[in-house]
Structure formats: C-alpha cells, structure tokens
C-alpha cells in the first residue's frame, strides 16, 4: 500500500510551476503540479494517453488551440500525441496522471 497527499507540504515556486511525484505504481505516475496565477506550461504532447485533475484553483486548458476553463473536481483526459498547455488564472493544485512508462523528467522539461 502506498499513500500520498496533495494538499500536504504544499510550497508554490515564483518562478514557475512546481512539479513532484507523489506516487508511482505498476501502471502509472501521479504528478502534483502548483501553480500560481499567472503561471503556465507551454504547448507540448505526451507520449502516452494521460489525465488531468483541478483539485484547487483555475486553470485555463488549452487543446489543439481550443480553450476550456477547469475549475476544481474537473478532469480532462487526452490520447497520446496532443497538444496541449495550461495557464493559471487561479493558484492551483493539479494532479497529472501519466503511464508509468514516460517519465518525470519530461514533464518536468516542459516548464524550462
């Protein structure tokens, strides 16, 4: 068994997004990301399908150039290959959840 908190040790950077795993089972990487507003991540694709969790806040969520605003309990799921970005409008909690075979470090990449 294994657990986890997103609202625990919670700590938003000033410049730009914090991203941490907090889980990694046999199938997938639950990924905290804090944001605060006014921060965003790029334009970019994941290789396998993932899910997209607003636990706080708002955040503007970009898909193939069409917005859509997620407010907290909102979830999107995207395939694989999709480009999408995220804008801050308010502080937020985010949880990603990506295949556990990509990686961290390419999330974390996004953000540089």
């Not at 294994?2 to 000033?14: F, G, P, R």
């Not at 944001?35 to 898909?63: N, R, S, T």
């Not at 290959?81 to 470090?105: F, G, K, Q, W, Y």
């Amino acid at each position: 068994m294994m657990t986890a908190s997103l609202t625990e040790n919670v700590t938003y950077k000033d410049n730009g997004p914090a991203i941490s795993v907090l889980l990694q089972t046999k199938m997938s990487k639950e990924i905290r990301i804090l944001m605060k507003k006014g921060q965003f991540m790029k334009e970019h694709k994941a290789p396998f399908p993932i899910v997209v969790q607003v636990f706080e806040g708002l955040i503007d969520f970009g898909v193939q150039g069409v917005k859509k605003l997620l407010r907290k309990g909102d979830l999107i799921a995207l395939d694989e290959n999709i480009p999408h970005d995220l804008a801050c409008i308010e502080d937020c909690i985010v949880r990603l959840s990506i295949s556990n075979m990509d990686t961290a470090d390419r999330v974390k990449n996004i953000i540089k």
